[in-house]
Structures are given as structure tokens and as C-alpha cells.
């Protein structure tokens, strides 16, 4: 059986008396599209910033590839691209200018019209990222992420508050994606359904269900993966996860 791309086991942390993420155990096998799929609040993002050495876990282990993204963050960083639902970058650099100065970090980074075409950006490569749309900001966050050919690529709520145009272009750039792990973080059920090989579900920090979406779907006897979180979970999105 070949090494997982990303294994964590009984992962544990809590910020004061808020327990964001409990006992949380997960496998990612190489070239599969996982998706964690919950509610806000879930956990989903302290999950991920554990996986990707952002965090310290209180307690657990997490291995990306073999490597302790803790204590070996340089082959980690090597190995491991990661986009955050939020980017922060430089607002007066264009998006060429973005792309070649995170290729420059990279011993053999993929082309930066490689890149462009990915995320359907050619057209905007000398705009300023202060200039872009949301829509645009996040495909380049994309391929920032994916600027070092990294084995193993996070996700984190890549179409939140996207129109429907710009979740379809950001869609075809993930299912573009032929031989990366993609760890795909979301609340958004279509996302997960096009996407996603298996899902796992996360309630209040804690790991609920997983399995192939299809699957869930007819564990709990329900007609869509949305059902069948509410069955699972106990709870309904608000309109604006579900949307």
C-alpha cells in the first residue's frame, strides 16, 4: 500500500475554553480530492492549519507525504501549497509580478502562462491585485499555490461568496488538477459533489461521517448530500453556507 499524501491521527486543539478541533483522525491517499465539509464553526480551518504546520495540534500527529510539517517545515513547504480563504497580498503588484516573484521561491517552478491559463488570468497578468475582482483574487491565490509543483495542495472555501461564473472558472481549474492530493475545504454541497472522491464530515470539531458522497447519501436513505449532513449532523446550514 503506497504512503498516504496527507495523514493526521487524534488531533486535538483548543483556544482558551473553546475546543476547536477533537480527536480529528483523517487519510488522504495520493492523487484523491478529499473534501472536509461542515458548518462555520466546525473546525474545518483549524483542522487544515494543523495539517499544514500553521498551527502546533495540543495533542496528535500530522504527516504530509512522511514529513512532520512541525519539525521538517522546509521539505514540507517544498511538498505542500496551500490557499487561505483569505490572501493577503500586495495590492500595488500585478498579478505577473505576483507569479514571478512566488516562482522565484521555487528551484523549478511551473511557467507562470502555465499558470495563467490555469486559472483563466492571461488577460489580467499586468493588473494590479488591489484591481482584481474576488472572483480573480482567488484563481490567483490558486496559482500561487500551485506556483512550486507541490504534491499536495489545500484548499480553503476557494468559491465563498463567488458568483456563479466565477465558481464554475474556479471549479475547472481544481478538476484541471490531474495528479495532486487536494485536501478541498468547504461548506458549499455542489463544490463537494463535483469535486470531491470522498468527504469527510465534521461537527463542533469532531469527525461525524465520511465516505464517498454518493455513499453518504444512501447510508442515511436521504436524496442529496445536503440531507444527508442534516441527518449526520443534527443541524442545517444557514442560507448562506448553503448557498
Known amino acids: 500500500m503506497s504512503q498516504p499524501a496527507i495523514e493526521a491521527k487524534n488531533l486535538y486543539k483548543r483556544y482558551g475554553e473553546v475546543v476547536a478541533v477533537e480527536d480529528v483522525s483523517l487519510s488522504v491517499a495520493p492523487g484523491e480530492v478529499l473534501g472536509l465539509l461542515g458548518a462555520n464553526g466546525a473546525g474545518k480551518t ?19 507525504l512522511g514529513h512532520d510539517p512541525q519539525r521538517e517545515r522546509a521539505a ?32 523549478d517552478p511551473r511557467p507562470a502562462a502555465e499558470l495563467l491559463d490555469l486559472v483563466d488570468l492571461r488577460e489580467q497578468a499586468k493588473t494590479r491585485f ?64 463535483r469535486l470531491c472522491d470522498r ?13 464517498a458522497p454518493a455513499g453518504l447519501v444512501a447510508q442515511t436513505g436521504t436524496g442529496s448530500l445536503e440531507e444527508a449532513f ?14
Do not use: C, N
Request: glycine share 10%; aromatic share 2%; no cysteine.
Open 199 to 211: 468527504v469527510v464530515l465534521l461537527d463542533a470539531g469532531r469527525i461525524v461521517a465520511q465516505g
Open 130 to 193: 488591489e484591481r482584481l475582482s474576488g472572483g480573480q483574487q482567488q484563481r490567483l491565490s490558486i496559482a500561487l499555490a500551485l506556483v512550486g509543483r507541490p504534491r499536495v495542495v489545500i484548499l480553503d472555501e476557494l468559491t465563498t461568496g463567488l458568483d456563479p461564473r466565477a465558481r464554475r472558472r474556479i471549479w475547472a481549474g481544481v478538476e484541471a488538477l490531474a495528479d495532486e492530493t487536494v485536501l478541498l475545504v468547504s461548506h458549499a454541497m455542489d463544490e463537494v459533489e
Open 230 to 243: 442534516v441527518a449526520l449532523t443534527g443541524r442545517e446550514l444557514t442560507p448562506e453556507e448553503a448557498a
Open 76 to 107: 514540507v513547504r517544498r511538498l505542500l501549497g496551500v490557499q487561505l480563504q483569505e490572501a493577503t497580498l500586495h495590492g500595488a503588484l500585478t498579478v505577473a509580478e505576483l507569479l514571478g516573484l512566488y516562482r522565484s521561491f521555487y528551484p
Open 46 to 64: 483549524t483542522t487544515i492549519e494543523l495539517i499544514a504546520g500553521l498551527r502546533k495540534p495540543d495533542r496528535g500527529t500530522v504527516r504530509v
